[in-house]
């Protein structure tokens, strides 16, 4: 997968606002639309291309590009039947990923059902920690504490299998990749402040706390 990724994300409440803004703050090209103007300025510098329009219009669609795009979210409110007709313009237009907020479960098997690849129920994802999870698969969890800043579980990359922490990059609290290691999760066995000579094994978790950017550089 290549490192910028071009994103849609259609709806811009506090979720896909969410969404957005994150994945811009990532790196990647976000086009984020919303048929409310009031919601579209809030996002005015903080995203590529922040544009009013109703997204349930496939001509509007098309003519933002949308078809050019990599991945297409669909972040919309309570509005179902708008959900459910983006989704199938996204599908409609080959979109290579498309993920999908559903509101009950008969909605996300509808969205499950017309093709969407992952569907979030609202209740158990916030925005920030799709945005983090969407093109990172080794970030099980993410918990913000500052804007750019959180808490993540890592799982360890193959490229550190064998390896020990100093090894790996890690030899102290704030070395070359600009994190700090809480703890190292190994099976049932969480061990805090792990020794720099702790050697990695395949399907170990490490708890990190550091800025987003030096997160990610773990994981590229």
Do not use: W
Not at 179 to 201: F, H, N, Q, V
């Amino acid at each position: 997968m290549k490192t910028k990724q071009q994103v849609v994300v259609v709806g811009l409440g506090r979720f896909g606002g969410n969404v957005a803004r994150t994945l811009y703050q990532l790196g990647h090209d976000v086009l984020a639309i919303d048929i409310d103007e009031e919601r579209v300025q809030t996002l005015m510098g903080e995203v590529t291309y922040p544009v009013a329009g109703d997204a349930t219009q496939e001509a509007v669609l098309r003519e933002l590009g949308v078809h050019n795009f990599d991945i297409g979210i669909v972040g919309i409110g309570a509005n179902v039947e708008a959900s459910i007709m983006v989704s199938v313009l996204f599908q409609t237009m080959n979109l290579p990923y498309v993920v999908a907020r559903a509101h009950s479960e008969l909605h996300g098997n509808t969205l499950r059902r017309l093709g969407c690849h992952r569907v979030i129920h609202a209740e158990e994802e916030t925005g920030t920690r799709l945005a983090h999870s969407l093109f990172n698969p080794d970030v099980e969890e993410y918990m913000e504490l500052a804007s750019a800043f959180g808490v993540s579980r890592l799982r360890v990359p193959d490229r550190f299998t064998n390896m020990t922490l100093t090894e790996a990059g890690f030899a102290s609290a704030r070395d070359k990749y600009g994190i700090a290691i809480i703890a190292l999760k190994r099976g049932d066995e969480i061990t805090l402040s792990p020794d720099s000579d702790e050697r990695l094994r395949a399907g170990d978790v490490l708890v990190v706390a550091g800025r987003d950017e030096y997160v990610s550089r773990i994981i590229s």
